[in-house]
């Protein structure tokens, strides 16, 4: 069993920056798939960003691409999201994800932090 929780969301101003944040429970961390999620009001969940178990990997929506980094601490059990010129299309509940072998098939979900861009 996995347990998720983000942190770092908040309101900020369209060219601005957050680093959101999302610690794992559990031992067996560095054996998962991490990714982030989101989903703004009336749309449906977007694939945003995604780290391979070493952190080797990445990839990115193209809507995102250039402007946010995914990384991760494999001994602290974390991972990131460093989001840079933020737009205000970025507005959404960001969810961390953990899988074991697809990125359609998601293990475990994090209870979601809301980020708000302003214009």
């Known amino acids: 069993q996995v347990q998720l929780v983000e942190s770092g969301g908040g309101l900020v101003q369209a060219g601005g920056s957050l680093r959101l944040s999302c610690a794992a429970s559990?031992?067996?961390?560095?054996?998962?798939?991490m990714g982030w999620v989101r989903q703004a009001p009336g749309k449906e969940r977007e694939f945003v960003a995604a780290i391979s178990r070493s952190g080797g990997i990445t990839d990115y929506a193209n809507s995102v691409k250039g402007r946010f980094t995914i990384s991760r601490d494999n001994a602290k059990n974390t991972v990131y999201l460093q989001m840079n010129s933020l737009k205000p299309e970025d507005t959404a509940a960001y969810y961390c994800?953990?899988?074991?072998?697809?990125?359609?098939?998601?293990?475990?979900w994090g209870q979601g932090t809301q980020v708000t861009v302003s214009s």
């Open positions: 559990g031992r067996t961390f560095s054996r998962y798939y």
């Open positions: 994800a953990a899988w074991f072998t697809r990125r359609d098939s998601i293990d475990y």
